[in-house]
């Protein structure tokens, strides 16, 4: 799990986080004045400051957040001029938008904050569609609104085109201030709430935010998203009362809590209105506590009465935001937060500490029990000779809340407790009540600046004036005066002008006698709290902070004990001295015990072990089906002391005895299947292999097949002598399943004219789930998850089902995945009700996959496999192509066709597995494809040379990544026009890449010194228009080859590259059927093939190996055949071996049809 | 770096060479040769001696051979204890191989169990087990296992078959991670200065505040005197699997790796040998 971040504010407005990682609240220096409330997310953090102002923090990340600015200029043709910018009076504008309706001079383009910088100047777009253009980027066409072409024609009398310029977001890791809006500034914010960035698919970034103000209006912020992160203004949002503060969870809940006492539940939001369109109305818990404080993630709803008891809200969910009912829980709190995973956050009313609800989970959202962070904060020390007068003011913040808590329905008294927050403690300062305020502080407390506002009582008709004051205000200088007039409040304690106005008398003399009480205990106050030993929080917001019931933290010991168990955990523990002890201990004990007597005769003798059990076979013979079958596996010693052994499969045909055998060192792979009816797996030999059909056999459970599994390949790799983690020449490959597989290459797998014949190469697996996974030469391998996240190989090996013996004991870690699962529903129109979703027989089901053959429906359709779980509920998936309505439907005249009457319906959840590898993540960015340069073995290349995609399609450069910190420590951005979607770096650090539109790009002058490229910048890119109209999906490059693989399925092979010219000069087709290419720092070429001819059926995803290259015949011969299918995806950029020189390579050997059985020379992949 | 199975596999290895004589006062036919053999360290006496009892069953008459029982310096042999502890306890610091005598008569009704046959061994061995897994896991994960994990910890031991053993013993080692350990820790400390058989009591492998026990920790609170004082010289040895370990090992991972298969944790605490 990445590392991320707690955020909380202390009672003297400081802003602290926490790390996931961390075992200490670490100030936020950046702050140059106190907070009163925080929320954050997790890419950021918002905040009200004691100005009254929302600033936002943005967590630096290596990905910058930019934003395209384009305008487009246009041309018409006269005799005279040529193509001028003198344009018709009924043309468009010289400068305008795309649709031309808008006028768009180059210098009507301003940043939007002064938190924004631009990146370059303006220049002209020369893409086109894909393709280059030449003079300047032109496009050419008869008239305006028309298509436009990148040639010009004896008919061309208008031409445009695209000016780009992007804007960077400058103000990373820094509190920058949201622009305030003139219309609202009499009415400061008093809380503030974010979340909301589940309801969409939208890359991560964007957010609801809402904002309640001083006199209980709400307020919804528009526009947040990725690359607009400020958002663009405030819109008020109509409300039955007014409203004191209000909790947005990651989905689609918010609850807000109103000045009476109830609460109010947004209703009707969704992905097309994150608004929401409603209010209901929804009870204090007790009837005669009015509530105070609620709390929403995702499925829960959390609250607080005035009485600080806690109350969990019943039955909440997406469909019944509302909920059923209230549940007390232990505790009082003043306030709470939920954060990720719906993990709950609270500060107790007692020692003001933050707490954890531990064993909070998706089936228990209620948790356990609370427990107290108690990590230290930074600085301490520093801060220990706290004043008095910040104890004071802390103080204050009891009383306020006190006071605030105790105030039954008083409507200036709820100003008051927005604003103790030090909203208006300004008014101390300031407001003619108090005078002697501003004569007293310089003297006494100038050497305090830090100290913080305390909780003042304005009237709400002061505010306006307040808030004047306050806006225009510097920071720094706020900080100072804040500081300045601390104490001086407390000493003209009760104001007798405001609580006239204010409470009924009983508070009043509760308030006062509080009051006074802090005021006359100042120095018992200051022992009790001097040391800051008591934390005294103020709010705190998990938003960010990604936790759940598994997650170790250490923030619950105190330090020096954490140390200590840290010494337990892996990594330190590999160093102790008690471990070096037993290890050499057992050693001496050997040789004490052993070495002397190694001719005795040993007590036990060893035999052949056989392990029997029943499973079930899916026979060979037609018609096909699974029957039960006596299993045995006999294992024995080798001849050479290795172990191998023999499995047997005893099954009965018409009543008669038979048995099916393979020698464990023939078995090429096993491989699981899980679905959800079998807990299969397949054994494949080379002629299984060949056939595209395995041994197939289903065990009775899970458990069952994995004990097996693990058994099964323990014993083949000892029987092949093969043990520890991959080697740095593996080649690595991942089925449609995401399991990973990686297969030690013999010298002669690229030997010529022989090479092995692939389908005897021997592939084990490597727990783990990933979708992709590269290597190079060197030993360092990358993957990345159906979920995006980038893993890097830890050096260790086993882990998934082969968990105890064959894995290595560290550098094993859990690895998440998460994968979404689509559903069509189809629905047909009939004249009597409409669209409904009873069908006609001869339809599709109505629930289907995207075949529309089988039957899927949200209720029988389970996730990918039993070791898949559901982490989502069912939502309309709007990405589909070719569109949809605002509800996600598709019409068509009639399955399968242009969708007219019937209607279509994507829907997606997301489901989630968990499993054990050698992989660790590498937060934050998302990444679709990773390369890395496939350096010779021996070279002794320090910095390796990694780039990257992200999931937004930007280029990125790995800094920092060598064979001791495979991981690197950052990411560099490459500039492009337009997003990417494949990379490939070559040996010679020659980097190509395809865009998303499929054009392929060359990347020049990139050396290994500066691996992105004189600047990074985008012009290093050198457009190569793809082969023949296709649009090409993905690029591997080798030595000096360079293989490229179209949305067809075409292979092609870059000719005519050259060290003078190693753009190349055309693209050459290969073959057809193809889905994945790999080329090797051999320039070996591997694929994963479509329709391979088994013997029984066409199998797709087959690792293929390209025979017959060498230097004079760079793009080989032909095909040989290996494991699939089912494969997704195959690495070879490790394998540098040379194979050996056979005497026969000397003559040039003439391409003759080769003895290996399933190839076929030159072209298709195809075997029909 | 060695890996922490190393040690698991040095554990199952351990083989201590044994010389066995037959005690003088048998009766025999004629002069039986003594019999060399290495034992292993996690097995138990009995269960690794079929070639022993058939080597002096050659020298002897039948009806002279009774129950076979062994004995070290006249110390009678517990074979329900593994042979690691017999040896750690009672022979460490002897010249090698150890010198065994074999018995076929007089047998030590008072001190030893009787082992007519390998089932006795057998129901022992699980025992052990299941005692263990009550103190590490309140028995879940062994009542969780089918009759035939049983039995294949059993082949394991009695076949020496490590992988066999381990593909079942390791779902005996785990624990929830958030719980950084067993519940309590299986241990046994053997002492030879009393005629108690061994100290047994519950013992987490944290403290309440987290923090791992060690060796030291244990000792500590169960047998002060093993843990060598300032300023004096050692007087005991703590001895597990033939090695002393630090007092600063962690407990939970002792029992993990230096455990004996029957899942305790069998400490022997000696004099240190005057000379």
Redesign the interface.
């Known amino acids: 799990m990445p590392v991320s971040l707690l955020w909380a504010v202390d009672v003297y407005g400081r802003v602290y986080s926490l790390s996931t990682a961390g075992q200490v609240w670490e100030q936020c220096r950046d702050a140059q004045m106190e907070f009163k409330r925080v929320t954050a997310a997790q890419q950021c953090c918002w905040g009200i400051a004691c100005d009254n102002n929302i600033y936002l923090n943005i967590h630096a990340s290596d990905l910058p957040v930019r934003y395209q600015e384009e305008t487009y200029e246009n041309q018409r043709w006269n005799p005279v001029d040529g193509f001028s910018e003198r344009l018709l009076p009924s043309d468009r504008w010289q400068w305008s938008d795309v649709t031309g309706l808008q006028h768009q001079p180059l210098d009507n383009f301003r940043l939007p904050s002064i938190s924004w910088e631009w990146e370059g100047d303006w220049h002209a777009d020369e893409n086109f569609e894909g393709e280059p253009t030449e003079k300047g980027g032109w496009t050419y066409s008869m008239d305006f609104p028309a298509t436009y072409t990148k040639d010009k024609k004896w008919n061309s009398c208008v031409r445009r085109r695209r000016w780009l310029r992007y804007r960077r977001y400058k103000a990373m890791d820094t509190w920058a201030k949201i622009p305030p809006q003139q219309t609202m500034l009499p009415d400061p914010f008093s809380d503030i709430s974010c979340g909301g960035w589940e309801i969409s698919d939208e890359p991560s970034g964007r957010l609801s935010l809402w904002a309640v103000s001083l006199q209980g209006k709400m307020w919804f912020r528009e526009g947040i998203n990725h690359h607009n992160p400020e958002g663009s203004l405030w819109e008020e949002v109509p409300l039955p009362a007014e409203v004191v503060q209000i909790s947005c969870g990651p989905g689609d809940l918010i609850w807000a809590v109103l000045w009476e006492g109830q609460f109010i539940v947004r209703e009707g939001i969704s992905r097309d209105c994150p608004k929401g369109t409603s209010w209901a109305v929804v009870d204090s818990p007790s009837p005669d506590v009015a509530a105070t404080h609620v709390a929403v993630g995702m499925n829960v709803v959390w609250a607080l009465t005035k009485d600080n008891k806690v109350w969990f809200r019943r039955g909440v969910n997406s469909h019944n935001p509302c909920g059923s009912g209230w549940i007390n829980m232990v505790g009082e709190m003043i306030m709470l937060n939920v954060g990720l995973n719906d993990q709950v956050l609270a500060i107790s009313c007692e020692d003001r500490a933050v707490y954890f609800r531990q064993g909070v989970t998706s089936s228990e959202l209620s948790g356990k029990t609370w427990r107290a962070i108690s990590v230290p904060r930074d600085g301490d020390r520093s801060h220990s000779s706290a004043s008095a007068s910040s104890l004071q003011s802390a103080g204050c913040y009891f009383c306020g809340e006190v006071r605030a808590q105790s105030v039954v329905s008083d409507v200036e008294s709820d100003t008051d407790k927005g604003s103790l927050d030090g909203a208006s403690h300004l008014v101390a300062s300031i407001s003619p009540i108090s005078p002697e305020s501003f004569v007293d502080a310089p003297t006494d407390h100038s050497e305090e600046p830090i100290d913080t506002p305390k909780a003042r009582i304005p009237k709400v008709t002061s505010d306006s004036f307040i808030s004047e004051l306050v806006s225009d205000r510097e920071p720094g200088k706020t900080t100072r005066e804040d500081g300045l007039s601390g104490p001086a409040v407390l000493e003209e304690e009760p104001i007798p002008g405001e609580e006239e106005v204010e409470a009924p008398t009983v508070v009043d003399s509760a308030d006062t006698c509080s009051l006074s009480s802090v005021a006359t205990y100042t120095l018992a106050i200051e022992d009790q709290y001097g040391a800051d030993e008591h934390p005294l929080w103020a709010w705190v917001s998990g938003g960010g902070c990604s936790v759940d ?2 997650s ?1 933290l250490n923030w ?2 105190s330090l020096v ?2 140390v ?2 840290m ?2 955990s892996v990594t330190p ?2 160093t ?4 070096k ?3 050499e ?6 040789k ?3 070495d ?2 190694r001719h ?5 003798e ?2 052949v ?1 056989v ?1 029997k059990g029943t499973m079930q076979w899916w026979r060979d013979w037609k018609p096909h089906k699974w029957i039960d079958v006596h299993f045995a596996l006999e294992q024995f010693s080798g001849p050479e002391g290795n172990k191998d052994g023999i499995l047997f499969i005893y099954y009965n045909f018409y009543e008669e005895k038979k048995y099916l055998h393979a020698f464990i060192n023939e078995v090429t792979i096993l491989v699981p299947v899980l679905n959800d009816s079998k807990h299969s797996f397949a054994i494949y030999t080379p002629e299984r292999t060949k056939q595209r059909w395995p041994i197939r056999l289903a065990a009775a459970t899970e458990l069952e097949m994995h ?1 097996w599994l ?2 099964l390949s ?1 014993s083949c790799c000892n029987s092949r002598g093969i043990q520890g983690p991959p080697s740095k020449q593996a080649a690595w490959s991942v089925t449609c399943k995401g399991d990973i597989f990686v297969c030690e290459p013999s010298p002669s797998l690229e030997a010529m004219p022989y090479p092995t014949p692939c389908d005897q190469m021997f592939w084990r697996q490597v727990g783990g789930h990933l979708r992709v996974v590269e290597c190079n030469s060197v030993g360092i391998v990358w993957g990345i998850g159906y979920d995006h996240t980038a893993w890097v190989h830890t050096g260790g090996y086993g882990g998934g089902f082969s ?3 064959a894995s ?2 560290d550098n094993l870690y859990t690895q998440v995945d998460v994968k979404s699962v689509y559903i069509y529903e189809n629905q047909r129109w009939n004249p009597v009700s409409g669209y409904t979703n009873r069908g006609l027989p001869t339809d599709r089901y109505m629930w289907s996959d995207a075949s529309g053959l089988h039957e899927c429906t949200k209720t029988n359709m389970k996730p990918p496999s039993p070791q898949w779980t559901w982490v989502s509920e069912w939502a309309i998936d709007y990405s589909i192509s070719g569109g949809t309505d605002r509800e996600g439907w598709q019409y068509a005249a009639d399955f399968p066709g242009a969708f007219v009457s019937i209607v279509c319906f994507l829907l997606h959840r997301k489901s989630k597995l968990t499993s054990t590898g050698p992989w660790q993540e590498i937060p934050p960015i998302s990444l679709i494809d990773v390369t890395i340069l496939p350096c010779a073995a021996q070279s002794s290349v320090d910095v390796v040379p990694l780039w990257a995609i992200s999931n937004k399609g930007d280029v990125l450069c790995r800094l920092g990544v060598t064979t001791l910190t495979p991981a690197g420590f950052s990411w560099l951005h490459v500039g492009t026009d337009q997003p990417f979607k494949s990379i490939s770096v070559g040996a010679a650090s020659q980097v190509w890449a395809i865009a998303k539109d499929g054009s392929a790009f060359y990347r020049g002058s990139v050396s290994p010194q500066s691996p992105a490229g004189p600047g990074a910048k985008m012009y290093c890119w050198y457009h190569i228009p793809s082969p023949g109209k296709q649009k090409l999906k993905q690029v591997s490059v080798g030595r000096t080859s360079v293989y490229t693989v179209d949305e067809n399925g075409n292979l092609w092979y870059r000719h005519g590259v050259t060290p003078s010219y190693p753009q190349g000069s055309s693209w050459e087709h290969i073959s057809n059927n193809v889905r994945k290419v790999s080329a090797g720092p051999l320039d070996q070429v591997w694929i994963i093939a479509d329709k391979v001819q088994g013997s029984q059926s066409l199998s797709c995803g087959t690792v293929c190996h390209r025979l017959g290259v060498q230097p004079v015949e760079p793009k080989g011969q032909s095909w040989d055949y290996g494991i699939g299918g089912g494969w997704d995806h195959i690495t070879v950029r490790g394998n540098s071996m040379e194979p050996p020189r056979l005497p026969s390579l000397t003559a040039p050997a003439p391409p003759s049809p080769l003895p290996v059985r399933n190839m076929e020379v030159n072209g298709n992949a195809v075997g029909c | 770096m060695a890996d922490d199975k190393d040690v698991l596999r040095d554990v199952w290895f351990g083989r201590i060479p044994a010389c066995f004589t037959l005690n003088q006062d048998e009766v025999t036919e004629r002069e039986a040769e003594p019999y060399y053999l290495l034992l292993p360290r996690v097995s138990y006496l009995t269960l690794v001696t079929d070639k022993v009892k058939k080597h002096f069953h050659k020298a002897m008459r039948a009806e002279d051979a009774e129950e076979m029982w062994f004995e070290y310096e006249g110390t009678p042999l517990k074979w329900h204890n593994p042979i690691g502890v017999l040896f750690d306890l009672h022979a460490s610091n002897t010249v090698l191989p150890w010198s065994i005598t074999v018995h076929f008569k007089n047998f030590p009704e008072r001190e030893l169990l009787h082992c007519p046959s390998n089932s006795v061994i057998e129901a022992h061995f699980m025992s052990g087990i299941k005692e263990a897994d009550a103190l590490k896991h309140k028995s879940q994960v062994v009542n969780d296992m089918q009759k035939k994990d049983h039995k294949q910890l059993w082949m394991g031991l009695q076949n020496d078959k490590f992988d066999q053993f381990w593909a079942i013993n390791r779902k005996l080692m785990e624990y929830p991670t958030d719980e950084g350990g067993f519940r309590y820790i299986p241990f046994r400390i053997y002492q030879t200065t009393s005629d108690r058989p061994f100290i047994q009591k519950l013992f987490r492998p944290t403290s309440p505040e987290g923090t791992a026990h060690t060796l030291g920790d244990l000792l500590r609170e169960m047998y002060p005197v093993a843990l060598p004082t300032d300023g004096e010289p050692k007087r005991y040895q703590v001895v597990i699997q033939g090695i002393e370990p630090l007092p600063e090992t962690p407990l939970q991972w002792l029992s993990e790796h230096l455990s004996h298969p029957d899942n305790f944790l069998h400490i022997c605490v000696t004099p240190v040998p005057s000379d």
């Open positions: 019931s598994h170790q619950f010991n004990q954490s200590q168990s010494s337990l523990a590999q102790a001295a008690w471990r002890q037993i290890f201990q057992l050693s001496e004990r050997t004490r015990e052993m002397n007597f005795y005769e040993q007590a036990i060893q035999s072990w392990k004990d693990a058994l323990d968990q105890g013996l290595s004991t």
